[in-house]
């Protein structure tokens, strides 16, 4: 079921590690942001939407989880920045890579819930705005958990999209085999989000509970405190999970 967290903009939460599907509702249909993951959950938000128009997507980040679709949607454009669209590319070029997401990635009781047969078509954004009717949507890109991974921030309605950072249920996960330094990279990636820190009443992360402004600000303290600590050679202690 979708609930509104600021006007015009929605979330559905997927019992699968608390995934967070946004929408976003503009003049001629809806942008659909990291839209899903179980089959079931997907035809739900396609029920939801009560017959609006899917005009756009957008996966913040070239992890499977955040590259799927669902044919009740339509074949709307699907974007990402340009690193993720030719991360996504390049992993989808090998044919046994479904086969491998399944066996490894996907939870064996998620399995027969999930396709991956829409997986990953995404579209390069060359510009820091996504083209579309609604509210403008500036693309901040960093490199800390995935290639060419995107928060975006929603400036009229005060709302930031946080992909895969400040969760509440997971622990920060850097990029130990795409970066040659994940741990600057992330630590430069919660620069960036504290820089728009004052833009943001509602934020929505990957994975969790949406939070307001002072739990964003918790929250990257609480993830920069965990990357400084990985960096001193220290074991962070840290209530939250890491599934992957």
Request: charged content about 20%; proline content about 7%; glycine content about 10%.
């Amino acid at each position: 079921m979708l609930s509104q967290v600021a006007a015009g903009v929605l979330v559905h939460e997927s019992e699968f590690v608390q995934s967070n599907a946004v929408v976003v509702e503009g003049r001629a249909g809806v942008l659909l942001i990291d839209p899903g993951v179980q089959e079931q959950e997907m035809a739900c938000l396609a029920d939801d939407l009560s017959g609006q128009t899917v005009v756009a997507g957008f996966s913040t980040h070239p992890h499977w989880d955040h590259l799927l679709w669902h044919p009740r949607f339509g074949d709307a454009p699907r974007y990402g920045t340009a690193r993720c669209a030719a991360t996504a590319r390049d992993r989808l070029s090998d044919p046994g890579v479904k086969a491998r997401i399944t066996a490894q990635l996907i939870p064996p009781e998620f399995a027969d819930k999930v396709s991956l047969d829409l997986l990953g078509d995404i579209t390069a954004l060359p510009a820091s705005t996504i083209p579309w009717d609604g509210p403008r949507i500036r693309i901040i890109e960093h490199q800390a958990h995935a290639a060419g991974h995107a928060a975006l921030l929603i400036p009229d309605r005060g709302v930031l999209v946080a992909g895969d950072m400040l969760s509440d249920v997971l622990v920060p996960m850097l990029d130990v085999h795409g970066s040659e330094d994940p741990v600057d990279d992330y630590l430069a990636a919660l620069r960036l989000l504290e820089a728009v820190a004052g833009d943001v009443a509602v934020f929505v992360p990957g994975h969790g509970s949406v939070g307001g402004a002072d739990q964003m600000r918790a929250r990257i303290e609480l993830d920069r405190a965990y990357v400084l600590g990985l960096r001193d050679g220290q074991v962070p202690d840290d209530p939250r999970g890491n599934p992957r």
